[in-house]
């Protein structure tokens, strides 16, 4: 039996490095005194760029981070941040995923494209015949 290297993985190399890039690039701000607030949202946004590479938060809780992040930040008022974030257009794509989704996990998926390429073989069929 042999001594061997602790193993790390991704997930807990990007929970350590994410929150300290992100805390390493908030004193740049001071230095642009212009616009302090463009350098916050791009440490947010180096947070979740970090989190979605090394998967170590699940997606969509990365997703919410600047609905959090921005307004303790002083990025951006509370109610901007959520009508932006919770548009309705976004919430119709959403409730699409959750319906996919659903319909994978009970093998719906199957039965729906064999119909549909049975339907559309049959409509084919039919214009073929027709000429």
Not at 72 to 87: R, T
């Amino acid at each position: 039996m042999g001594l061997r290297a602790p193993t790390v993985d991704k997930h807990s190399i990007g929970l350590e490095l994410g929150p300290l890039t992100a805390v390493l690039m908030l004193p740049i701000s001071d230095i642009a005194l212009d616009n302090p607030h463009a350098v916050r949202a791009a440490a947010v946004a180096v947070l979740m760029a970090v989190w979605w590479i090394t998967e170590a938060v699940p997606i969509p809780a990365t997703a919410l981070l600047p609905v959090a992040l921005f307004p303790l930040m002083g990025v951006m008022g509370g109610k901007y941040v959520a009508a932006n974030c919770f548009n309705d257009v976004i919430f119709l794509f959403v409730c699409g995923f959750i319906l996919a989704w659903a319909m994978q996990a009970n093998g719906l998926t199957h039965t729906r494209n064999s119909l549909l390429r049975n339907v559309s073989g049959g409509l084919m069929w039919r214009f073929e015949c027709k000429r």
